[in-house]
Structure formats: C-alpha cells, structure tokens
C-alpha cells in the first residue's frame, strides 16, 4: 500500500493529489525554514531567499510527485 502511494510511477490522479498533498505540507515547512534561514541568519536579501526556496520547492514537488516528470 504504501509502495503503491509513494514509489510506484502512477497516472492515477487521486494518488497524485495525495502525494502532491504530503509533499506541499513538507515543501512548505522546507520553504519556510529556508526562507527565514537565508533572511534572518544568512541576512540574504529576502527576494533572493525566496527565489531560492522556491526553486528548492519545485524540484522537491516534480521530483517526488510526479516521478520527475
């Protein structure tokens, strides 16, 4: 069951959505984190954390979802 929901490539788009779901809540903490680690600690321009946690977002997001589509 569990194979089938995270590893097996699938077109099912219910298991899509489910995944898509689990790794948007992760990405977000990942984002967040990254976002205030890059502005607060690194003191990084904040456009430039974000660009850099969103890039960070996307590839985990295509990566894991969608079998690197």
Do not use: P
Request: aromatic share 16%; with cysteine; hydrophobic share 55%.
């Amino acid at each position: 069951m569990l194979n089938k929901l995270f590893i097996q490539k699938t077109d099912n788009t219910l298991i899509q959505l489910f995944r898509y779901t689990f790794v948007g809540s992760i990405a977000f903490v990942i984002d967040f984190s990254c976002l205030y680690l890059l502005t607060d600690i690194a003191e990084l321009h904040y456009l430039f954390s974000a660009a850099i946690a969103f890039i960070h977002e996307c590839i985990l997001v295509v990566t894991i979802v969608f079998n690197g589509a």
